[in-house]
């Protein structure tokens, strides 16, 4: 069945058309219609799900450009510890093979502003690429810091090399964490912070803590679990055995969203607006913690 780019809900087979390993346990993905056919628009921040045939479905920011319509690019990064999703996508998708694609979405939208600080944090930097041009292209005044394990576990590097000053790469092998205090500052009204990349970056960037354990109440499996300070709420769960449903594990895609019954979230996420966020009535239980001592959740 041929997708139709005007309609929402857009899915098709797409074919991979070129495969690159941009760097260490990192591929880029490049997708088109197998017919020519253009695919749906697109603006940064979105994302796309394959549809794996190994009956998993996985979503991975788009980071090509948004006006290029006759492909879609996506990064890949290998996580050894997952459910066979990125194991999958380097180990069977190659120049010539087919998978199906639904999407795209978009939770993590640029939102117009006179400054930008962007700061990635290893393969979080693959949804900031198209956000770093849209703002570079606008004339906007931005500046992105961008982490990694190593220099060689950082893909985009020469993309990102023609902006010269505006970006700042610091592997952790040579400078440490990431100083997020010296580089966001306080930033003032007109400027605009996007942050992607692992929990404790994401909830550093936002200056809470990230060390903090609290009590979860799982109202259905009638179980209390503790959620220490390295662990999420989703990884809580699923040790105890609890089945959950949950894709991307990084707060883009809605999957593991939850009904709080009781407690008050402390919202990591890219899917929730301003207004669901303030209800607390739902959290993304793969990045959101807890607020208050206890949380009672639908689960």
């Given at each position: ?30 997708l ?12 940064p ?14 979503h ?31 180990d ?25 600080l ?49 970006v ?24 605009l ?21 609290f ?25 105890a ?5 949950y ?18 979230p ?7 607006s ?7 009535e739902?959290?993304?239980?793969c990045?959101?913690r ?7 959740l639908?689960?």
């Amino acid at each position: 069945m041929k997708g139709n780019p005007t309609v929402a809900g857009y899915e098709a087979g797409l074919t991979v058309t070129r495969r690159v390993e941009a760097a260490e346990g990192v591929v880029l993905l490049t997708l088109r219609h197998p017919d020519g056919e253009p695919l749906p628009e697109w603006q940064p921040g979105a994302h796309v799900a394959l549809l794996l045939d190994n009956g998993l479905v996985r979503h991975y920011s788009l980071c090509g450009a948004p006006g290029d319509r006759t492909a879609w690019r996506i990064g890949v990064l290998r996580v050894p510890e997952s459910r066979g999703g990125s194991s999958y996508v380097h180990d069977e998708l190659h120049a010539g093979t087919s998978v199906r694609v639904r999407g795209p979405r978009n939770n993590f939208a640029l939102r117009p502003a006179r400054r930008y600080l962007f700061v990635a944090g290893g393969i979080g930097v693959t949804p900031l690429l198209p956000m770093v041009a849209a703002a570079h292209a606008a004339g906007a005044d931005w500046r992105l810091l961008y982490g990694g394990r190593t220099r060689s576990s950082m893909p985009f590097l020469d993309e990102l090399e023609p902006y010269g000053d505006a970006v700042t790469i610091r592997p952790q092998d040579r400078h440490g964490l990431l100083d997020l205090a010296a580089y966001l500052g306080r930033p003032d009204d007109d400027t605009l912070v996007y942050c992607c990349g692992p929990e404790p970056l994401l909830a550093a960037a936002q200056d809470e803590p990230a060390d903090t354990a609290f009590e979860v109440v799982l109202a259905q499996s009638g179980m209390t679990l503790q959620v220490p300070p390295e662990r999420s709420v989703l990884e809580a769960a699923r040790a105890a055995g609890v089945s959950v449903l949950y894709s991307c594990a990084e707060g883009i895609c809605g999957t593991c969203e939850t009904e709080v019954l009781e407690g008050q979230p402390d919202h990591r996420d890219s899917v929730l607006s301003d207004e669901e966020r303030e209800s607390g009535e739902t959290m993304m239980i793969c990045v959101s913690r807890s607020r208050s001592p206890r949380l009672v959740l639908d689960l």
